[in-house]
């Protein structure tokens, strides 16, 4: 059984740094299909989380023709 961890008990432990190098390990040990799951759940966590105004604003904004707007040229 592994003893509680306190990172205020380990004076060398940065939270931030142990953050940082906590991602980059997922990151680095990640398949392309297991980031490409992550990344669309993350999005649609973020993205479910706008008002219907942010959402029209941000694909209007980065891709409008999902709107059925076209760029004027």
Partial sequence: ????LNLTEMPEMNRDQLIE???QTL??????KTMECFVYDAMKENLSTYT????L?????YN???LGL????
């Fill in 57 to 61: 604003t941000e694909v209007e904004e």
């Fill in 52 to 55: 219907d105004e942010e959402l």
């Fill in 27 to 32: 990151i680095e040990n990640m398949d392309y």
């Fill in 1 to 4: 059984m592994l003893q509680s």
């Fill in 64 to 66: 409008p023709e999902l």
């Fill in 21 to 23: 190098d906590y991602i």
């Fill in 70 to 73: 076209e760029e004027s040229a």
